[in-house]
T-cell receptor, first 114, second 112 residues
Framework: AQKVTQAQTEISVVEKEDVTLDCVYE???????LFWYKQPPSGELVFLIR??????QNEISGRYSWNFQKSTSSFNFTITASQVVDSAVYFC???????????FGKGITLSVRP | DAMVIQNPRYQVTQFGKPVTLSCSQT?????MYWYQQKSSQAPKLLFH???????NEADTPDNFQSRRPNTSFCFLDIRSPGLGDAAMYLC???????????FGDGTRLSIL
């Protein structure tokens, strides 16, 4: 069975602070895919990144960076110099090669205060 | 331009009165999904279509049905809505499995 744990439920930071959102996953499959989605107050889920299990290379996209470590089954997301527009719920999700079902974590509510 | 379009954005129905939510896509993706999301919870997959193949989640109530008449459109039918069905319903598409899903803005369903 697949499981995604986002232990942090709510995080509040002041604008320009760096913040890291944690994600730990469980799966017995050797082929799997990890995702991060952002859900702003307007409601739509926005895709941020996809990583497959064979690619542990970290990625940076502007102020966003992702740290994938298979040794600790973690796929953490860091926002550098946070902005008010980063306020949203962030979901980490796992999809295995065996099925096409996304297993979501419970989400982390990030509030960035001016 | 919106690529996954859900109508209406807000839907109010009466307890027990059938309701249909619609989703259309301009991406020509093979897979379409319906999720239910209740307040402060993660989206919960109800079912998905891979082309015309329908895949129902084991815990999706029989009250929920879906239709996909063609590649572009997918419908969610709730035959007899109960108060517990009040939620945001999200439609998503992906080109194939294991690829990023593109979500619509959702339909927020209220039950009176």
């Amino acid at each position: 069975a697949q499981k995604v744990t986002q232990a942090q439920t709510e995080i509040s930071v002041v604008e320009k602070e760096d913040v890291t959102l944690d994600c730990v996953y469980e799966t017995r499959d050797t082929t799997y895919y990890l995702f991060w989605y952002k859900q702003p107050p307007s409601g739509e889920l926005v895709f941020l990144i996809r990583r497959n299990s064979f690619d542990e290379q970290n990625e940076i996209s502007g102020r966003y960076s992702w740290n994938f470590q298979k040794s600790t089954s973690s796929f953490n997301f860091t926002i550098t110099a946070s902005q008010v527009v980063d306020s949203a719920v962030y979901f980490c999700a796992l999809e295995t090669g065996a099925n096409s079902k996304l297993t979501f974590g419970k989400g982390i509510t990030l509030s960035v205060r001016p | 331009d919106a690529m996954v379009i859900q109508n209406p954005r807000y839907q109010v129905t009466q307890f027990g009165k059938p309701v249909t939510l619609s989703c259309s896509q301009t991406l020509n993706h093979n897979v379409m999904y319906w999720y239910q999301q209740k307040s402060s919870q993660a989206p919960k997959l109800l079912f998905h279509y891979y082309d015309k193949d329908f895949n129902n989640e084991a815990d999706t109530p029989d009250n929920f049905q879906s239709r996909r008449p063609n590649t572009s459109f997918c419908f969610l039918d709730i035959r007899s809505p109960g108060l517990g069905d009040a939620a945001m319903y999200l439609c998503a598409t992906s080109i194939v499995s294991n690829q990023p899903q593109h979500f619509g803005d959702g339909t927020r369903l209220s039950i009176l």
